[in-house]
């Protein structure tokens, strides 16, 4: 793997933490397995819970017997919909979006299942393995309703309804059009169309879901350990749910490993965990095996889009429309909604191009599967195929080069802020500049050359290119989630320091692998003064700031960055006006650098340390006026966010008997602004990438016509492995943002790009046959069947 950095103005001055390679501060415990993880909690006398799941896709419950299952010995409770009626109110997930319909978020299934592995009957056991016997005891009788597995059959006139109340399947729906489209497709020089599909995916993280509620009797109180990546969102959900206050319910995400947003919703998990605990008045625990985890967490992706592009004959793109069907599965996720996948997929059809005219379609479906939910890139995975693939379809129709059509339909440098059709506004980014870098870095030119030559021979050698912008560390004025009522866009900071000069910096966010530990610590060192190793970042607890909602979207270190940017500046001035007493020296004189204030210009200084004791412990040092508590709070909100931008060049070798594909290079050009770690960032880029490869060549969640999974275990559900993922080179544009601080967010860019590159570059390399790359994964099975089906063609047209 290589990384570089294009050469900075020199103007700009590196701060000398921001911008350094600095190893992960979380890395001695986790490497050394010194990590605390949910399933790790040990409560005293804890209670483990098991859960009966719907073996039926679509039915009504007639009957549930838990009699054999309650007399068995070490079981505790055995708790049912209706066992638990009164102890909650349902959680919704409210939008403002019109043609929506929030479903209902049950703890257990009431009434009727909807999916396969939807839970119906929690059992409670002295141990894990007792729960589990247990629940193969009950009894259960469904009335069957009618499976629906595919998104087209559910919104067919005769198709079951899953949820009667919305009188439809369709779930939400929505529009988004600029000028007329049709009259441009029309005057276009060339249009091109296609079906495009990006099958369902599983998220898969290392470490499944996992909950440990721990009740407190003498105050009533709950904590909740969760694997979850928004623990302030569930804190709040659950308060509202439970009718508890919000100091009597607390949520704690320790260490988590991974969850590449399948962690970042509420689950009736959760809730039930919580009504059980303190129904019972005992704390509780639960991991879910694989199995459970691939079948019953949120899922990904499932898009079915039908778009067409058009082209004036300079090659300049015009027009786009699409007509997007999602399957968004039996229900809406709080807080996201289903609206969030499938919505974004159209919000970012049009890409970083200057495209005239638009309409962009949606609609959301309900079927028999798990829902729907927050993944690397959401939306944009599928958005930057689509456009990417009729980008080159344009380029083939026009004899255009790939990377040259780009270049006249990017947005340059001198057109930021730039709106797109759908409405979004891209802030000043490097589009050009990343497209013309990975051009550079690949060496373009040469690999067409090469291309020639291995053609020459035979060989099925294919170039991918894929551009594509990103919103990231979203403010107020533009929800996470469309029409979302939640306040996402603002981060607080507090930052305090104790009387032995140690600093303490707390957060809402919740690190799930990011090193958000280190990255922010670093920007506090900078911009504090502080001393790198006297700081200890605090994240993922709901106690820890007054409200906070957790880490997605690309957001932390914009929000969280610019939130601590800010707090350390307000505690910096107040660390100057006690220094400049203690130092009798004018304030402005006075410097703050690696944990001491300095009179400038000469060798005077105090330490934090002493600075803290002169505070909190010796107070004849300090009139009473100047003993200001060292601490600092500041809530950071973008309003907009900023951009994020890449280009991806992939570079395949198809084998023409096993028709596996071999990534000979990769490419990736990326622009995420002031970059705070290099090392954390090519890590991110790294694992992006990676997983846009699994869900470019391997990754299907597999369902029949009867909705249930066929692909349930790491056995068919295939993943790569280290000997699929190449190496990488990664370049770094780093143009300054307008966020404080200039960051862009970029944990998810390298799973938004690599799926189009990789399937381009399948496509340039089976152009020889005429086949076209429409659907992905595109697996050895679908190749053999495109190279076949062309083979056909092209015998019939020789007779």
């Not at 050394?32 to 399933?39: I, L, Q, S």
């Not at 693939?389 to 990017?410: F, H, S, T, V």
């Not at 309003?639 to 992939?650: D, F, L, P, R």
């Amino acid at each position: 793997m290589s990384s570089d950095r294009l050469a900075q103005p020199a103007d700009v001055l590196r701060p000398r933490h921001v911008g350094a390679p600095i190893k992960r501060t979380e890395d001695p415990r986790l490497l050394t397995g010194r990590g605390e993880y949910t399933a790790d909690r040990k409560p005293d006398r804890a209670l483990h819970v098991a859960f009966r799941r719907s073996e039926q896709p679509h039915a009504k419950i007639i009957r549930i017997d838990t009699t054999a299952a309650s007399a068995t010995p070490g079981v505790v409770a055995v708790l049912t919909a209706d066992s638990i009626a009164g102890d909650f109110k349902p959680v919704i997930p409210f939008s403002r979006m019109s043609s929506y319909y929030a479903t209902p978020i049950m703890p257990l299934a009431s009434g009727k299942v909807r999916y396969v592995g939807e839970a119906v009957v929690a059992v409670i056991a002295t141990s894990r393995y007792l729960a589990e016997d247990a629940v193969e005891l009950i009894e259960i009788d469904y009335e069957p309703l009618g499976a629906i597995s595919r998104a087209g059959a559910a919104v067919a006139s005769d198709a079951p309804l899953l949820h009667e109340e919305a009188g439809t399947n369709v779930l939400i729906a929505r529009e988004f059009k600029k000028s007329d489209v049709d009259a441009d497709l029309s005057a276009a020089a060339v249009r091109v169309s296609g079906r495009f599909e990006m099958t369902r995916k599983a998220p898969l993280a290392m470490e499944p879901r996992s909950y440990t509620a721990e009740y407190d009797a003498r105050r009533s109180a709950l904590t909740l350990y969760t694997s979850s990546n928004i623990p302030g969102i569930v804190r709040d959900a659950l308060s509202e749910s439970l009718g508890i206050p919000g100091n009597r319910m607390r949520v704690v995400a320790p260490d988590v490993g991974g969850s590449f947003g399948s962690k970042g919703s509420l689950y009736p998990e959760e809730m039930l965990m919580c009504i059980a605990a303190r129904k019972l008045g005992r704390s509780l625990k639960w991991t879910a095996d694989r199995l459970e985890d691939v079948s019953s967490s949120s899922q990904a992706f499932a898009e079915i889009v039908d778009a067409e592009m058009g082209f004036d004959s300079n090659g300049v793109a015009i027009a786009l429309k699409a007509d997007v069907i999602g399957d968004i599965g039996a229900y809406s996720i709080y807080p996201w909604t289903c609206g969030l996948e499938p919505v974004q997929v159209v919000s970012f059809l049009p890409g970083p191009y200057k495209i005239g005219s638009y309409r962009g379609a949606v609609r959301g479906v309900a079927t028999c599967k798990p829902p729907t939910g927050p993944y690397r890139g959401v939306g944009r995975p599928i958005s930057t195929f689509v456009t990417e693939r009729l980008m080159d379809l344009g380029a083939k129709a026009l004899g255009l080069d790939p990377l040259e059509i780009r270049r006249r339909n990017l947005v340059r440098p001198n057109e930021f802020p730039y709106r797109i059709a759908s409405g979004i506004i891209w802030d000043k980014t490097g589009f050009i500049e990343c497209l013309e870098a990975a051009g550079q870095t690949a060496a373009y030119d040469r690999l067409r050359a090469q291309q020639t030559e291995a053609r020459k021979q035979g060989k099925l050698f294919g170039i991918g290119i894929a551009s594509y912008a990103e919103l990231t560390g979203i403010g107020s004025r533009i929800p996470a989630a469309p029409g979302m009522p939640i306040n996402t866009g603002s981060e607080t900071a507090k930052i305090s320091i104790d009387s032995t000069g140690a600093i303490t910096a707390a957060f809402g966010v919740a690190s799930h692998g990011q090193g958000l530990e280190t990255t922010l610590a670093q920007i506090i060192a900078d911009d504090l003064g502080a001393s790198f190793d006297d700081i200890r970042v605090v994240q993922g607890d709901s106690d820890a700031v007054p409200m906070s909602t957790g880490t997605y979207a690309s957001r932390s270190a914009v929000l969280g960055g610019g939130a601590a940017k800010h707090a350390s500046a307000l505690l910096q001035n107040k660390i100057k006006r006690v220094a400049s007493h203690l130092l009798e020296a004018n304030n402005d004189d006075i410097e703050v650098s690696g944990g001491k204030a300095m009179v400038s210009g000469t060798d005077r200084f105090v330490t934090f340390k002493q600075i803290a004791k002169a505070v909190y412990s010796d107070t004849r040092t300090l009139p009473v006026d100047a003993r200001e508590e060292l601490t600092a709070s500041y809530t950071y909100d973008p309003i907009n966010g900023t951009t994020a931008a890449a280009t991806h060049i992939a570079v395949v070798e198809i084998d023409p008997v096993t028709c596996f594909v071999h990534i000979l290079k990769y490419v990736v050009a990326e622009d995420c602004g002031q970059i705070i770690n290099p090392m954390i960032v090519d890590g991110q880029v790294h694992g992006g990438v990676a997983q846009g490869i699994g869900a470019a060549l391997f990754e299907e969640l597999v369902y029949d016509d009867d909705a249930q999974l066929l692909t349930a275990s790491l056995v068919d559900y295939v993943i790569p492995s280290a000997l699929e993922v190449p190496n990488m080179d990664v370049v770094h544009v780093e143009s300054q943002s307008a966020v404080a601080g200039g960051f862009r967010g970029m944990g998810e860019g390298g799973a938004i790009g690599a799926p189009a590159a990789i399937a381009n570059a399948i496509a340039d390399a089976l152009s020889p046959f005429g086949a076209d790359v429409s659907i992905l994964p595109m697996t050895p099975e679908r190749i053999f069947q495109l190279i076949k089906q062309s083979k056909s063609k092209a015998e019939e047209k020789s007779r």
